[in-house]
């Protein structure tokens, strides 16, 4: 009976290619995973254990099922740079691919992206994006991924609500995964493709940005006629320096986005409390809205700013 000795040695996921290679037949393969020594989770690529995948393990099921000019891409690939993003939903159609998958019942899909050309239709827990760009995928924990800012903007590009592009934009920017001019280098790539909402986010971005909330601050900022404050300003005071969403350094107002407030540990909170009094006490006025307020009651949001700014 086939054993895991017979697998190559230097690693646990293979192409029933590889393993013909390696003198391991087609019989044998079928009598693994019949017997559940080895287990074959998408078509044509062999694991060399029963039981769960590792994420790791399914990232090489996905990259060898699409072949080796392959990488992962959007979504896994942002994971796989340690983004605050989950993968890909099966309850999500994803435009542009071909095929029948599903997600195994503990995780999400895994996204690999290849060149145009040679179509092949996803499978199993394998999302096949094709891609007309050039890839040009960098080395990631051993495994090709696609950049930073590619996955970021291939993300926002499938995106269905303008907040998950304004989130994939801001969380990537706010761990230093990308850089302004990287992600603007990648929109200009898509041409006609750019769309409004990874548009807005970008320049949103460039202004000094770095949420969602503020995104959304800013929306107010503009329906009320308000003149453009300063975005994530520094405000020295006795106790250090501090940051603003949004300030109008010479009328001594500020104003933030605050999609916390309900989720602060004692500790978050108390830190939060000095942070506003030192603000208080250097002279600002510091107006704070919730993020859900900003986006359901946009017009009062703004008087109450336009009341101490105008």
């Given at each position: 009976?086939?054993?895991?000795?017979?697998?190559?040695?230097?690693?646990?996921?293979?192409?029933?290619?590889?393993?013909?290679?390696?003198?391991?037949?087609?019989?044998?393969?079928r009598t693994a995973v019949r017997?559940?020594?080895w287990q074959e989770p998408v078509r044509g690529v062999v694991v060399a254990h029963g039981g769960g995948l590792t994420r790791r393990e399914r990232w090489?099921?996905?990259?060898?099922?699409?072949?080796?000019?392959?990488?992962?891409?959007?979504?896994?690939?942002?994971?796989?740079?340690?983004?605050?993003?989950?993968?890909?939903?099966?309850?999500?159609?994803?435009a542009g691919v071909t095929g029948a998958f599903a997600a195994p019942p503990e995780t999400g899909m895994v996204e690999v992206s290849r060149p145009h050309g040679q179509?092949?239709?996803s499978h199993g827990f394998v999302v096949v994006h094709q891609s007309r760009r050039p890839l040009e995928p960098v080395v990631v924990a051993g495994l090709p991924v696609t950049t930073a800012a590619r996955a970021v903007v291939d993300v926002s590009l499938g995106a269905h609500r303008r907040a998950d592009v304004e989130h994939v934009v801001s969380d990537a920017l706010q761990r230093e995964l990308v850089s302004i001019d990287d992600l603007f280098s990648e929109a200009r790539a898509l041409?006609?493709?750019?769309?409004?909402?990874?548009?807005?986010?970008?320049e949103d971005a460039r202004r000094g940005m770095r949420s969602v909330g503020e995104s959304d601050l800013?929306?107010?900022?503009?329906?009320?006629g308000l003149p453009e404050p300063e975005w994530n300003a520094p405000v020295d005071t006795p106790a250090g320096r501090f940051f603003v969403d949004a300030l109008w350094r010479e009328h001594?107002?500020?104003?933030?986005?605050?999609?916390?407030?309900?989720?602060?540990?004692?500790?978050?909170?108390?830190?939060?409390?000095?942070?506003?009094?030192?603000?208080?006490?250097?002279?600002?006025?510091?107006?704070?809205?919730?993020?859900?307020?900003?986006?359901?009651?946009?017009?009062?949001?703004?008087?109450?700013?336009?009341?101490?700014?105008?």
């Open positions: 009976m086939p054993s895991a000795s017979l697998f190559p040695t230097d690693r646990r996921v293979a192409h029933r290619r590889d393993l013909r290679a390696a003198g391991i037949s087609n019989q044998r393969v017997t559940g020594r090489q099921v996905g990259l060898e099922f699409a072949g080796p000019d392959a990488c992962l891409s959007h979504h896994s690939a942002l994971v796989a740079w340690g983004a605050r993003v989950d993968e890909l939903s099966p309850r999500r159609r994803t179509h092949m239709a041409g006609r493709r750019l769309g409004p909402w990874l548009r807005s986010a970008l800013r929306r107010v900022v503009v329906a009320a001594g107002v500020g104003a933030e986005a605050d999609g916390r407030a309900w989720h602060l540990s004692a500790e978050d909170w108390a830190a939060d409390l000095r942070r506003q009094n030192a603000l208080h006490g250097a002279g600002l006025v510091l107006l704070r809205f919730p993020v859900p307020r900003l986006r359901a009651d946009r017009v009062s949001c703004g008087r109450e700013i336009a009341a101490l700014v105008h």
